[in-house]
């Protein structure tokens, strides 16, 4: 299994990897890198089993962008109660500068989150693309047979195509922002339409092709209309921001050795490292 590029949502997979990985992972001074250590695994896994041919790895360089607060104020709310764990805020930087040392692209843009990036890059390329994400907002993007997204779930990597959207969702796989703004997505802060769910969400869809389709068939009330309005403008993950696709891929890993080799001793990553390295060495082969 092989493809073109793989776009990673770096805040996602991060969080993952704090989460799943034991806070008992520290470095030779005690400090916590149980999420650099399970990011960097994770992404050595993904290499191995989808060999992209070509890596980058997007950043929320905004967690709640002000913009699509001023048009949502319930947008993402959540992320104000429980901003980044403690524990994983200082162990950011590192993966940054992990992965500046190994030679992966790690790019953000200011007011804007990583699925933005990813939209950004997806229109940039006509290869075919696979986007790592637990970001449901991504299955906007995906495009039969070019782009999929690998959505984690308890048994591993679910691969959801158009024909998965369809199967889980009933609605046409490429309308999955119309699904969630009709619907509402309470871990997005989105309230959707008063008294519409799952199937009638899906329903809505089907009988008028999207929220586009609903306005233009007038069969809302003037703050439904202003709701959806806004909703069209916050859920889709924005494309063309000034963000160049980045090259995808190195000559040689890792790209900075000695810097990979002093930050790797000092935080007790050497293994984690090696593997990450030897991932991409063998991918550059094969791919």
Not at 115 to 138: K, N
Request: charged share 25%; with cysteine.
């Amino acid at each position: 299994m092989s493809t073109e590029w793989l776009f990673v949502d770096g805040s996602s997979l991060i969080f993952r990897s704090f989460h799943g990985v034991p806070r008992s992972v520290r470095s030779p001074d005690g400090r916590p890198v149980n999420a650099v250590r399970g990011f960097m695994d994770a992404l050595a896994r993904l290499i191995g089993t989808r060999q992209p041919r070509r890596l980058a790895v997007a950043s929320d360089e905004d967690w709640r962008p002000a913009w699509r607060v001023e048009l949502i104020p319930a947008y993402k709310a959540h992320r104000t109660a429980e901003p980044i764990p403690p524990e994983l805020a200082p162990q950011m930087p590192i993966i940054h500068e992990v992965l500046d040392a190994v030679g992966i692209d790690f790019i953000g843009l200011r007011d804007y989150e990583a699925e933005d990036v990813i939209a950004t890059w997806t229109a940039a390329t006509p290869d075919p693309v696979e986007i790592v994400s637990g970001d449901r907002d991504l299955f906007a993007l995906i495009e039969d047979p070019r782009v999929c997204v690998l959505y984690p779930e308890k048994g591993g990597m679910a691969v959801v195509t158009e024909a998965e959207v369809t199967r889980r969702y009933g609605i046409a796989g490429r309308s999955y922002a119309d699904y969630a703004i009709l619907r509402g997505d309470p871990s997005d802060g989105l309230p959707g339409l008063r008294g519409v769910g799952a199937v009638a969400a899906a329903d809505i869809i089907r009988r008028h092709g999207g929220v586009a389709g609903l306005l233009r068939d007038g069969a809302v009330s003037e703050q439904q209309r202003e709701y959806l309005a806004r909703a069209m403008k916050v859920v889709p993950p924005v494309q063309g921001l000034p963000v160049v696709l980045p090259e995808g891929r190195r000559d040689s890993y890792p790209a900075h050795p000695a810097a990979l080799a002093s930050l790797a001793e000092r935080h007790g990553l050497s293994s984690a490292a090696d593997r990450l390295v030897e991932a991409l060495r063998v991918n550059q082969h094969t791919g």
